[in-house]
């Protein structure tokens, strides 16, 4: 009884510290590009669109090298964090370990997270720095319109899914 108490604690404990990785945390690009962090969503892309803001060879190669660089930084620190989650779940597993030292798994697993988000930011941070003042605005731009397209196409998928009548029937079932 006291053995699948603890299994069920367990169970719940990682479950919820995958649930707080949520979408974006993956293989979505080197900065998670599933996150916003203020607005910087798609900072992380910004030399695919050299042409369209005016970048030259050298900002492109130093993009390039802080995405890489960057990239095998979160690597590193997402195989950290994923040691120490299955660290946290052989502790939770263990009857006889006290509360204190699955605290102290958590504690970790929580600061190794809060940590791989700050080298996004900074990933991002250092890439938004490469730009001058007048790249940076085209940037802003560029996302809104993006944003604005996507958006659109949300609504127009949402229309034909719906019939166009916003009756809110499918039209597959018609």
Do not use: C, Y
């Amino acid at each position: 009884m006291k053995r699948s108490i603890i299994i069920a604690a367990a169970v719940i404990i990682v479950g919820v510290l995958v649930w707080a990785h949520g979408p974006g945390m993956g293989t979505r690009g080197v900065a998670g590009a599933g996150r916003d962090f203020g607005g910087m969503r798609g900072w992380d892309k910004v030399d695919k669109l050299a042409d369209e803001i005016g970048l030259s060879e050298e900002q492109v190669e130093q993009i390039e090298e802080i995405r890489t660089t960057g990239a095998k930084k979160v690597a590193d620190l997402k195989a950290d964090e994923e040691k120490a989650e299955i660290d946290l779940t052989a502790l939770i597993g263990d009857p006889e370990v006290k509360s204190s030292e699955i605290e102290k798994a958590i504690q970790t697993v929580l600061e190794k997270e809060q940590t791989l988000k700050m080298l996004r930011v900074k990933i991002l941070l250092d890439i938004r720095d490469v730009l001058t003042v007048e790249q940076r605005e085209k940037v802003q731009d560029v996302i809104k319109e993006k944003r604005k397209e996507m958006q659109k196409n949300r609504e127009n998928m949402q229309k034909d899914f719906h019939g166009g009548s916003g009756s809110g029937k499918a039209k597959f079932g018609r």
